[in-house]
Structures are given as C-alpha cells and as structure tokens.
C-alpha cells in the first residue's frame, strides 16, 4: 500500500508544529496560533499541536476556546495526554473559571456600551475585565481603541504595551500603537487660518477625494476673477468623486467592521453560555451521586428493624455533612466570626465518617478539615481551657479533645485535656495524655508537672482496683522517672 500522501502529510503537520511552537516561544502568540492550526488541517489527530494550541489560546485569555482544544485532545487520545494535566489545573481552581466567566461578562457589557456610544462605561467594565482576568488581549485591545477615541493616547499607550507584551506579534495591537506614537509626537508649529496638515492626514485626504474638493473651494472663494463653467465642472466632479470613494470603499469597510464584531459578540456569548452550561452540567452530575447516596442509605434504613437500632442512623449523619458543607461554602465567600469559625469546626469534628459510604463525601470532608482546623485549634484550645476552669468538665473535655485533634503537636493542648480527663475519673486516659505530650513535645516547659500527674492518677487507679491500660497499638512507655 503506497503511504506516500499520508506520510507526507503528517511531515507538513509536525513541521507546522515545530514552527508553532518556535513562535510560542518567543511570544509570537498569533503567528504561533496560525501555523498550530494549519498543522490540524494537515492532521487533525496532532494531539501535540492541539494542546499547543490550547495554551496559546489561553494565554491570549481566550479560555474557552482553549478548553474546547483540550477537550478534543482528550478525545482523541486520553493515554498520558498532556490535555488531561491542563483541564484538571482549570478544574480544580473554581476562582480561575470563575475570573474567565466575570471578565468575559465585562467585555462584553463594555462592547454593548460601545456600539451604543456611552464610551465612559464601556471604558469601565473594561478595564474590570483586564483586572479580573490580565491575559484578555481581546479586552485590552477594545479598552486602547476607546483611549484613543477619548485622545487619552498616554493610556491607550500604557495598555496596548501590555497587550504586545503577551503577544509581540498582534497585528491589531501594532497597528494602534503605531496610530498613537503618531499622536504623541510633538506637533508642529500651527499658524495662519489655514493649519498645516500631517503627513497622514494628508495622505487620507488625497485618497478620500478631499484635497481635490478643497482646492475648488478655495479657488472659488479667493480667485478675483469671475468663476467660469471649468472651475464649476471640476468642482462638481470633485465632490461626485469624494461621494464615490465613500460609498463604495468607506461604507463596506464600515459594514464589515460592524458585521465582524457582531460575529465576534457572538462567539463571546456563546462561550460564556458553553461555559456556564459545562459548570451547570458538573453541579448537576455531584448532585445527583450524593442524592442517589442519600436513597441507598434509606433504602438500608426501610430494611432495618427500629427496636434494634443502637447507633446514629447514616441519613442525620449525611444531613449533618451537607449543613457542614454548606456552612463552610458560606465561610469561604465572607468575612467570618471567631464564633463562627469554631462552631463549624466543632461541627466538621463532629461528623463520623463511617456514616458517610460516598468516597467523593468522605474526600470534602477531609478537604474541608484540612482547612479550617488549622485556623480553629487556638480558639477552641481557649474555649476549652475556660470550661475547665469554670469546672465545666464535660464541655472542656469536648472541646480540648477537638483541639488536640486539631493541632496534635499541641503540648497545652494535651495536657489541659489530660487535667479534664483526669477531673473526670477518666485516669487511664489521662495517663495517655500525658505520656503522649512528653512524646510529641518533650521540650515542653510542662513536663516538670508531668510526673506528679502521673503519679496522682496511677494512685486512683490502684484505689479503684483497676489496671492501667496500655492503648491499642502501642507498647508501654517507661516511666517519667526513668527516662
């Protein structure tokens, strides 16, 4: 079978390839964009080119063009693809979709505000766009064009720098910038009723048909002699002349610069709905897993005889994690209270994850521990500490127990939770306590109480006739005194 044609074809896709990503490399981001997707039309199977791509796109802040490049690559080859590596990033960090969707909501309000001539807001919204989102080189662009439009060339400058930046190349952007160093030259001298014109304006005007018009005008209204039917001729040609350069050069640029942008408004509120409906999509499928949990763990409820029940049924312990989700979802998006905070750790701490079968349910719980125990262990160390001292045993038991648990590094934190166990006759465990902050903190200045806390419970023990009792896992530790 002869491959020659196939062979060759995928020879010019990788060559497009390499030539794209020489230009990736040296921010020649739509020269790069280019060759990549010429190299697809040579091989749509170039996963390489595809995720190349993709990351030009992105970094050009077209987000969901880059998704959708990665999400075909995926398709085609879900082996070790690169493309995987790129959509988890984007989907394990909710602010980063949720910065696209916001800037992407802007441009296009500050688009709509343009087309409608109130350039102050469209200026605005803009200009949030490319601070929720600094890569939106579409914004930036726009957000230039407006400066210059308001002869604010400085900003203009400012911003379209930014934009070459991230892409050297970007014709539109060079094209503007050249327009406002031409700006920001110093102008000449201006004198007499008539102002000398720039070079360019100049330019524009010959091929506008303008100069031609304007000579006429001029000779009719200085010439002393008598105007004459040739100078008559010659300006009614003239202006026949600028009417025609207009209507049939001015006006269909105009029309497709108009029908251009609307395409591209299009496109823009499509990818924001794509978008939102992929997120919509997401929250749909976790919810429907949790609640399909919710009816097998009924479904064992209904099959279980009431009298014999001795344990927290797996439902409250579900509710209990979804009222814990919600709050800890509520806490991220605020300013929250020290109230606040150790409520919904004591609450986290609370739940058992036995009662919770999902392993999806199990790896928030454990995400959301992480988080804000950290952040509680010193206020409910100190919330525990105040029971006690109120002689409030069972609260400070519960409360030094979940900040031991927080921080198990914690030397007060052990050791005031052995002071509470000990108070309530709990002396083996208290035991425990205090050996273990000697283990985990033998720097402690609170070991020089240990070995009388020791030795005070070891006598209740003995009084009691009870043995102490050496935790589950662990050998005996030698005593204090012997160390």
């Known amino acids: 079978m002869n491959n020659k044609p196939y062979d060759k074809l995928m020879r010019i896709s990788a060559r497009l390839y390499n ?42 802040g077209e987000a969901v063009s880059a998704l959708t490049e990665w999400v075909i690559s995926r398709n085609l080859d879900n082996y070790e693809n690169d493309a995987d590596y790129f959509l988890e990033r984007i989907q394990d960090d909710p602010d980063e979709l949720g910065n696209i969707n916001a800037a992407v909501r802007k441009y296009n309000l500050g688009l709509e505000a343009a087309r409608v001539g109130n350039i102050d807001t469209a200026v605005i919204q803009l200009k949030k766009a490319v601070a929720t989102y600094p890569h939106y080189v579409r914004a930036m662009k726009l957000l230039g064009l407006l400066y210059i439009r308001q002869e604010e060339y400085q900003k203009a400058k400012k911003i379209l720098v930014e934009a070459r930046a991230i892409d050297h190349t970007d014709t539109d952007v060079l094209r503007y910038l050249a327009e406002v160093e031409r700006y920001l030259v110093p102008e000449p001298a201006r004198t007499g009723l008539f102002q000398t014109q720039s070079a360019a304006e100049t330019e524009f005007d010959e091929e506008m048909g303008i100069e031609h018009s304007r000579r006429s005008l001029l000779s009719l209204l200085f010439n002393d002699e008598k105007p004459n039917m040739l100078l008559f001729v010659n300006l009614v040609v ?25 395409n591209a ?59 814990a989700w919600s709050e800890y979802n509520e806490l991220k998006s605020r300013e929250y209270t020290d109230e606040e905070l150790k409520k919904l750790s004591i609450d986290l701490w609370s739940l058992d994850l036995k009662g919770i079968q999902s392993k999806y349910a199990q790896d928030i719980l454990s995400k959301m521990r992480e988080d804000i125990y950290p952040l509680a262990a010193k206020l409910v160390y100190k919330e525990g500490k105040e029971y006690l001292d109120e ?91 012997d160390e």
């Open 19 to 60: 030539d794209g990503l020489e230009k990736a490399r040296v921010r020649d981001l739509t020269g790069a964009a280019e060759s990549l997707r010429r190299s697809l039309l040579y091989n749509k199977c170039n996963t390489e080119a595809r995720n190349l791509l993709g990351l030009v796109y992105y970094e050009q």
């Open 238 to 262: 003239g202006v026949l002349i600028g009417i025609l350069v207009v209507y049939y050069l001015i006006v269909p640029s105009k029309e497709a610069q108009i029908r251009e942008e609307y």
């Open 265 to 323: 408004s299009k496109v823009d509120y499509s990818s924001e709905l794509s978008a939102k409906n992929a997120a919509i999509t997401q929250q749909e499928k976790e919810i429907t897993s949790l609640r399909k949990q919710v009816s097998e763990l009924t479904t064992q409820l209904n099959g279980i005889s009431y009298d014999t029940i001795e344990i927290a049924v797996g439902d409250e312990t579900f509710s209990s994690f979804f009222d």
């Open 391 to 481: 002689d409030k045993i069972p609260e400070a038991v519960r409360y030094l127990s979940a900040a031991s648990d927080f921080d198990p590094e914690s030397d007060v934190a052990l050791y005031y939770l052995g002071k509470a166990l000990e108070e309530d006759g709990q002396y083996n465990e208290a035991i425990y306590c205090y050996r273990h902050m000697l283990t985990v903190a033998p720097g402690s200045t609170l070991r020089d109480y240990i070995p009388q806390r020791l030795e005070f419970c070891e006598e209740k023990l003995r009084e009691l006739g009870e043995q102490e009792e050496v935790p589950e896992g662990e050998e005996a530790e030698d005593s204090y005194e």
